[in-house]
Structures are given as structure tokens and as C-alpha cells.
């Protein structure tokens, strides 16, 4: 089972200071083989390295932003920022009535890659604008590229390079695309506690819904639409790696959060490799979300629905 994702193993950042660390294509060629990979290590074979066989990290980066355009381009045709909108909006509306504090509230999407949601939410103001837009991401090139954008649309949002908890400043809500499969055990029990621990109102983190034939569905619709060898690699891997419900409510049920799935996995179409989230509230939160959300509150469950599910 090929598990690893080539884009993950290419750069490597000091975690504490962001500096980027030098990484030996013989390296990660090996831990590719050894994961029984012998596709995605022919892939990195055809990487250029430097004459001590460190992987230029021009060229990594010139790839990983060619990848992340290939993903924006996905991002458009499955229609990510309105789908997005669909529930961010009821929430920020929930927040605002509950908490009778007038903006501005903050939005904080965790590991924004080129900001595509952050621009695309300022492009179309569909938030309000008493919602300031943040995109962070611990890879300074792809937040940099993503910064270059928005100057250059001229648009209302802002981006940090770095780790999304250690802003100076709260977020309302944080949200993500495409990030929750990166952290597995321990490290995805922490992504939840650090943002329960924060002075947040919510979360809302959208990644490929766990269904059988998502890896196939993922392999097709990758096939069809991105052209990079990498791109395509990762995308199945991701489809593979997804969370399953269980494990996103049960890490998401935290102390003084309210932990719900959107559509959980015996509503989708198994086919589809939609992007579906796991939402955290603040426990007063949930009554005025589902009021807002109307009829598809229904497609909102908690841990205890999944407890009758298996029953
Ligand atoms: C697969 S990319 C997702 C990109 C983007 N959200 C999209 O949908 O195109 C995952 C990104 O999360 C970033 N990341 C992971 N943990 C992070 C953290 N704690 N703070 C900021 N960025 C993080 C990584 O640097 C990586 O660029």
C-alpha cells in the first residue's frame, strides 16, 4: 500500500526557525522503495540535484507550484470555495448572533498552499466584509506566490508565511482544504487541541471523504486533469490516506468543542472524491448553526450518530 506523498518527503523546514533544510534525493528515493513505491521513486529519480546529491530547491519549488496551479485548477472545476461558502456562511452568521460582538471576525485557513480559497472568499466577498482573510503555510514559496497573486488582483486579504498557531492574533475560525490526511496519530489529536486551547469559535476542515473507491475515483479524475506525473501520484495517495469519519470525530471531540461531520460517508455517492468537512463549535454554537443551516442541519451529525450507525 503505497502511503507516502512525494510532495511531503521534497522540502523539509526547520519547524521552529522556517528555514528551509537541504534533503538528499538518495534519501528519499529509499524511503520510497521501501514503502513499496517504485513509481513515485522513479519520479524523484528525475529530480536535479546539486553535485552532493541535495535536491536543487529551485526546482522543487518551481514543481510544487505547478502541482499547487494543477490543484487550484481541481479546486474550480469541483466548485471548493462555494461548497465552502455553503457552510462558512451559516457559521459566521451563527457566530455573529450568538456572540452579539461586532466583527471583525477572522478566518484563518491552515496551510493555505497558493491561497486559492483566501482569494477566491476576497474575490467574491462572500463572507461579509466584517470577515478579515488570512491564508498561513509553513512553505514560504508557495505563501509567497500566493501573496504575489492577491497584490496583483488587488485583493482585500492577507497572507503569513509560517505555523498557523502561532499567529499574534486569534482566529474566529480556522479552516483548511486538503491538510487533515498530512496529519496522522498523535499529530492530528493536536491539530484539534490547538485549536480548542485557542480563543476560536469554530473550525471547519475540509478533506477527500474516506470511501472505498475514493483512491479510483481520485486516480480517474487526476488521470483527466492534471498533467504533472507528481500531482497525479499524490492525489491517489491523499485519496488512500483520507481520514475515515471515526477517526475525524473522535479526534475532533475535544474539551469545549462540539464535534460534527457534514455529510458523513453513507450520504455521499462512494464514487465521488468529494471534499467534505469536520466542523468544531464552541458547544453554544451548535443550536444557532443548525437553526441557520435550516433542512441540511440534517446532514450534520455528531459522534453518538455514528455509535447508532455500527450498532
Ligand atoms: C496539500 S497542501 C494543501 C494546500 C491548499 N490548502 C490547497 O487546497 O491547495 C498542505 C499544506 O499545509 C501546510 N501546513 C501543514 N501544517 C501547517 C501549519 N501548522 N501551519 C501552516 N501550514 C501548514 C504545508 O506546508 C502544505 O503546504
Redesign the pocket.
Known amino acids: 500500500m503505497h502511503q507516502l506523498e512525494i ?1 511531503d518527503l521534497i522540502t523539509a523546514v526547520d519547524p521552529h526557525s522556517g528555514h528551509r533544510l537541504p534533503v538528499r534525493r538518495a534519501e528519499v528515493i529509499r524511503q520510497l522503495r521501501e514503502s513499496g513505491d517504485e513509481h513515485a521513486a522513479r519520479i524523484v529519480a528525475g529530480l536535479p540535484t546539486d553535485q552532493d546529491g541535495v535536491l536543487d530547491p529551485y526546482a522543487v519549488d518551481r514543481l510544487l507550484v505547478s502541482v ?1 496551479t494543477e ?2 485548477r481541481l ?1 474550480e472545476e469541483l466548485r471548493t470555495g462555494e461548497r465552502l461558502v455553503h457552510l462558512l456562511g451559516p457559521l459566521f452568521t451563527a457566530i455573529r448572533s450568538a456572540t452579539g460582538q461586532p466583527g471583525p471576525y477572522r478566518l484563518v ?6 491561497g ?2 483566501v482569494r477566491w472568499l476576497a474575490t467574491t466577498n462572500a463572507l461579509g466584509s466584517d470577515v478579515e482573510l488570512v491564508g ?4 514560504a514559496t ?1 505563501v509567497g506566490e500566493a501573496d504575489r497573486l492577491a497584490r496583483e488582483e488587488g485583493l482585500d486579504c492577507r497572507f503569513v508565511h ?4 502561532g499567529l499574534p492574533e486569534a482566529a474566529t475560525v480556522y479552516v ?4 487533515l490526511h ?1 496529519f496522522r496519530g498523535p499529530a492530528l489529536d493536536e491539530f484539534f487541541q490547538a485549536q480548542a486551547a485557542s480563543a476560536a469559535h469554530a473550525f471547519c476542515h475540509f478533506d477527500i471523504a474516506a470511501t472505498r473507491l475514493a483512491p479510483l475515483g481520485a486516480w480517474i479524475f487526476h488521470r483527466a486533469r492534471m498533467r504533472n506525473p507528481l500531482g497525479r501520484h499524490d492525489g491517489v495517495v491523499s485519496a488512500r490516506r483520507a481520514h475515515s469519519d471515526e477517526t475525524l470525530l473522535r479526534a475532533a471531540e475535544v474539551p469545549g468543542i462540539r464535534a460534527l461531520l457534514y455529510e458523513p460517508r453513507g450520504a455521499v455517492n462512494p464514487f465521488c472524491t468529494t471534499l467534505r468537512p469536520v466542523i468544531g463549535v464552541r458547544p453554544h454554537l451548535e443550536a444557532p448553526l443548525r437553526r441557520v443551516l435550516g433542512r441540511d442541519a440534517r446532514r450534520m451529525v455528531g459522534p453518538e450518530h455514528l455509535a447508532e450507525a455500527t450498532r
Do not use: I, R
Open positions: 510532495s499547487h490543484l487550484q479546486n485557513d491552515v496551510g493555505c498552499g497558493l486559492y480559497l498561513v503555510d509553513l512553505d508557495l509560517g505555523n498557523a498557531f483548511s482544504t486538503g491538510v498530512h
